[in-house]
């Protein structure tokens, strides 16, 4: 009976605002709410911002890609056979050095996303929150996503060429796909492994967001707040 009660109201709230909300609310009998527009936008804007601290910030350190089995970057598709061949010709850890560098190239480029998602975080309108708040697990990070990633790839292309560059895998990637080309009957490589690299660091960067956001969604010890546990009750109603 009370969740037939309070589902009415939820959307009147939604998409009417607060005085109707309160009038249906009077009529019930029901106290009134505090809850507001802006409220509502408030608890997702920390949630954003709860889960760039504690998961994007991870993925700037020291194998925060590399030691991470649910962002780590892999060889593109035409590679995995380069790597398979080098491990079996006793090349393996040349094959290993070359992976470990493509992580290092996404965690330097990581450190120029937060600036950005600040910006997109601050943006979030109360249509936007209601749409948030009522949608998917991953509905906030699906709209940082589509806030963000063009201006991420634009800024983490030129770094992660830079970051080759910088510890010399350019020189080591060349290395290995000329060794590679070499092996007689081989059909020979030469992709573009800073255009892949930024694609799976935003990929990571995504990945690790939506972690956070689930945990928030799901179990409220994480609602570590008196604004989030209020913003994500609403949630919990749907």
């Known amino acids: 009976m009370i969740k037939k009660i309070l589902l009415p109201i939820l959307l009147l709230v939604l998409t009417n605002g607060c005085s109707e909300l309160q009038s249906v609310a009077d009529g019930l009998g029901i106290p009134s709410t505090t809850m507001d527009n802006a409220t509502i936008a408030s ?13 994007v910030s991870k993925l700037m350190q020291k194998d925060g890609f590399n030691k991470n089995d649910m962002v780590r970057i892999l060889l593109p598709s035409e590679l995995q056979k380069v790597d398979k061949t080098l491990r079996d010709i006793g090349l393996g850890n040349l094959a290993d050095e070359g992976i470990k560098i493509l992580n290092r ?76 080309n070499s ?5 020979k490589v030469n992709p573009d492994l800073t255009d892949y690299v930024t694609g799976e660091a935003l990929d990571g960067v995504y990945t690790m967001i939506k972690v956070e956001e689930k945990e928030i969604r799901t179990n409220t010890a994480a609602r570590t707040s008196s604004l989030l546990k209020s913003v994500f009750a609403l949630q919990d109603k749907k």
């Open 43 to 55: 608890g997702l804007r920390e949630a954003l911002d709860k889960g760039i601290d504690l998961q």
């Open 183 to 187: 092996i007689p009957l081989v059909n």
């Open 105 to 180: 190239a996404a965690e330097d480029a990581v450190k120029e996303a937060s600036p950005i998602f600040v910006n997109a975080v601050k943006e979030i309108t109360f249509n936007d929150a209601k749409d948030i708040l009522l949608g998917q697990d991953d509905a906030a990070t699906n709209y940082l996503k589509q806030k963000t990633q063009e201006e991420l790839y634009a800024k983490f292309n030129p770094v992660i060429k830079q970051s080759f560059a910088k510890v010399g895998a350019d020189e080591i990637w060349s290395n290995i796909i000329e060794r590679y």
